[in-house]
């Protein structure tokens, strides 16, 4: 009995149009979403040539018998649709009857599938859409090879990034499904090397645990609510484990892994007043709601979802949240601001003596000699006037001199600073740490990482594989924080991933990147010794205007702009 069915056309017009095969790594997600929705337990892909040699996704699910084998090739063949009212209430991964056609359509592709119960199988074999061969091949369950991608559009081929780019998306798409279906054991196996392996597990931390580590899920604290026809499980980065850049944020809609604004708000907007000035939370959120209250009919590859009622989720994800995140915080001298801007200093990580007394947008440390007192009550270093300045807040110092008023932001001049350092390898005082730090990853920051580590060790960064996606950090610059490595390896590998921009080489983008993590961050004011071997070290760079991300280092008043200014010219 054929399961399979052709759409009609009216519904066809209705389906999200656009093109689903983009790259490899959208046939890796085709075909495991296939196996997801084949009640598969066990899948398992194989990767040569960042797919573009060979990709096969092979599982244990329902499997097809020959009719559907054959119909499931044509364009607008489902088993998972049947009309316009199924399209409001999709419980399944795909519902286009698109994939498949399409990956046929463009590759060489053998499908080998037989019935679970059925001691039968077949094997069909096609060569750019035209089914070239069928025959008898007992088998269970499904496997399907695509060799040679885009061999019939070269045009096509030719937007094919290098095969390590696409091995990390291929990766990536094989993460975020592992990591919403946790009760399926997943295998990847590249270059003939099984590189990842994840047994079935019971539920998504322990998922996370497999991919990251145990030590990234302690730096995670787990949110679970229920209400307003809405579920959800998030594990939201704890105080003090906030990255660089939005790396590692994932949110799922009925484990379906999507980018969705609305989810990522709620996200920031819970963390308002927790979260640093450019820093970003870790997340995992994943929410289950009645299908009928989201549209997935609205992007080709089923990446956006549209809510009957975003207002509502964004309220539930961010109340939820921002109450465990209020929890996670008591104890902490400094209450927590309602709507306060997001502040520019992770005030948890500061030692106690820092935290206590007035906001610290209010307070102005002075550094010129007629206030000794206030500095050494507030700065807790002897006090030896050397440059007349003036802090500003945490991050502003006002310089006098040169014929007018310096106003530098420290932390872009230490990042401008250390940036240049790291591109030429020169005073960076690597530091060997006495007891190597051992890093578990996941699979794609890992492979992303060791395949520039060269670039990492010209950088001072003395790193070494350890096997099982773990590295092992045997030395650092000085100028960065061994309790933050794991932060700096997983932007490192997000600025890899993320690939150059124009004119800007990978060693430059991934010394930006590090540069961000300057301990300085950490440290909070500079003693005016310290602030004078900024202000020289600033002085001898070769762009010292600007950090590496274009914001200004420094800005200059002259007299004659101050006059200007109170309109005395
Ligand atoms: P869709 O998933 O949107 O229905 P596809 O082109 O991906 O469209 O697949 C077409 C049909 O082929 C599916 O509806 C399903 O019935 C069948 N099929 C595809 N892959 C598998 C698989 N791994 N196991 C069993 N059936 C499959
Ligand atoms: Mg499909």
Redesign the pocket.
Known sequence: MP??RILPEDLRNKIAAGEVIERPASVVK??I???I??A?TQIRVEILRGGKGLIK?A?N????DME?AI??LQRH?????QNEEDLFNIR???????????IASVSKMRLV?GLRDSSSGVSIEVYGGEIREIKDSPSH??S?DVRDIFFNTPARRKFLKSDSTELYHIIDSVTKEALSHWEIGFRLFTENHETMSLPMASGPRQRIVQIYGLEFIEGLQEICSDGHGLKMIAFVSKACNFRNSRTNQFVFINKRPVKDPTISHAVYTAFEGVLPRDRHPVFFVFIEIDPKRVDFNVHPAKREVRFDNKDEVHRFVSSSLREAIKGERVGYTEPLAEGRPYSSLDTRCLPAATIEGPPRESKIFWGISNAPDRISENLEFPYTPSIPFVYLGDTFVALSGKGGLTLIDHHAAHERILYENLLKGVNLHPIRLLFPLHVKLSHMEHTVILANIHLLSEMGMEIDDFGHDTLIVRGLPDALNKSDIRGILSDIAAAIMEGTKPGRSLKESLAARIACHSSVRGREILSPEELQGLISDLEKTESPEQCPHGRPTRIFFSLDDLRKMFKRK
């Open positions: 399961q399979i085709e075909l979403e296939n196996s929705d084949a598969s996704v599982d699910g329902t499997g097809m559907d119909l499931c063949a489902t088993s998972k649709l399944t991964m795909g519902f286009r009857g698109e994939a498949l056609s399409s599938t369950g499904t399907i």
